[in-house]
């Protein structure tokens, strides 16, 4: 059984850091794309950012670029989150994804993702 780990959420005060880990188990996800979305109360299930397995491209959301950054360790089967430069509006609970599309537009598209984390909350005070 597939399954995927998130930790480090939680709060922090505008203009901090907080770096998500998502742990897969179940399988090697060597060759699985992965990415991570957000999702704030009442809105849609966005997306931040994902990379490659092939190359380690990356890709991110308009919202985070230049303040997040995704990086894997694939001995380790795990994908990481940097967050600096935290803003209110970054408050969401945190989804990591496997086994998506290799570049946009549809990297971005929710559905197209596979296998999905339970989420970690991040909460950022102004």
């Known amino acids: 059984q597939v399954q995927l780990v998130e930790s480090g959420g939680g709060l922090v005060q505008a203009g901090g850091s907080l770096r998500l880990s998502c742990a897969a188990s179940?399988?090697?996800?060597?060759?699985?794309?992965m990415g991570w979305f957000r999702q704030a109360p009442g809105k849609e299930r966005d997306f931040v950012s994902a990379i490659t397995w092939t190359d380690g491209s990356t890709y991110y959301a308009d919202s985070v670029k230049g303040r997040f950054t995704i990086s894997r360790d694939n001995a380790k089967n795990t994908v990481y989150l940097q967050m600096n430069s935290l803003k209110a509006e970054d408050t969401a609970v945190y989804y990591c994804?496997?086994?998506?599309?290799?570049?946009?537009?549809?990297?971005?598209?929710?559905?197209?993702?596979?296998?999905w984390g339970q989420g970690t909350q991040v909460t950022v005070s102004s």
């Open positions: 179940g399988r090697t996800f060597t060759k699985a794309n």
């Open positions: 994804a496997a086994d998506g599309p290799s570049r946009p537009p549809l990297v971005a598209t929710p559905t197209m993702w596979d296998y």
